[in-house]
Every structure is written in C-alpha cells, then in structure tokens.
C-alpha cells in the first residue's frame, strides 16, 4: 500500500502562486508514475500533470501548460506541483495519486489516492 497526504493548498489571489506537495508513505518502490489532478465543483476530475519516478520525464495538461511545474523530491519521497499565473478556472480540489504502470497511465490506471486539498483562486 501506498499512502499519499497533500497539503499546501488554500487560497489565493488571481495571478498568485501555490506550491502543492505530496508526501508518500508505504510501498512507495511499488509506483513509477505520480501524478496530480483536480476537480471542480459540478465537473469531472481531470488530468493537471505526471512524473515519472525518476522525475525525467513530465507531462501536463493544455490547461496548465507554462504554468505549472512538478517536481519530486526523491530523498523526501514527496512531489510537488508549483502553480502560478493563477486563474480563477484553477478552483478545484488537487488530488495526487500514484500508478504502478511504467507507460504514462490512464487515470484509472492510478491505484493510490489521497483525500485532496481545495485549491481557490480569488478573481
């Protein structure tokens, strides 16, 4: 099992930045993708950004692009997800979760969960 607890979520100004971070517990050698994701209220979880274990490769989505920066900290087993430029549109709660698939995972593929922190953006 693996446990993820995220925190630095709150809230903030359009413009303004936050920095999320994820610590991982447990089997943390049993994953090889970690990623975030959000959801607003009345709208699906979606897609923000994934690293690999080894932090060399990441992905984000169109959405966050030129934004948002992820980053993991191998020694500290937490990853991060740095967001500035913040849009009103960036209201959600961040979950990250992990997967054990070595290709880029769908987010079905993603087997640990955390329970989330409400990220809002003041117009």
């Known amino acids: 099992q693996v446990q993820l607890v995220e925190s630095g979520g709150g809230l903030a100004q359009a413009g303004g930045s936050l920095r999320l971070s994820c610590a991982a517990s447990g089997r943390t050698s049993s994953w090889y993708f970690m990623g975030w994701f959000r959801q607003a209220p009345g709208k699906e979880r979606e897609f923000v950004a994934a690293?690999?274990?080894?932090?060399?490769?990441?992905y984000y989505a169109d959405s966050v692009k030129g934004r948002c920066t992820i980053s993991r900290d191998i020694a500290k087993n937490t990853m991060y997800l740095q967001l500035n430029s913040l849009k009103p549109e960036d209201t959600a709660l961040y979950y990250c979760?992990?997967?054990?698939?070595?290709?880029?995972?769908?987010?079905?593929?993603?087997?640990?969960w955390g329970q989330g922190t409400q990220v809002t953006v003041s117009s």
């Open positions: 690293i690999t274990k080894s932090g060399a490769t990441t």
């Open positions: 979760a992990a997967s054990p698939y070595s290709g880029r995972p769908t987010m079905v593929e993603y087997s640990y």
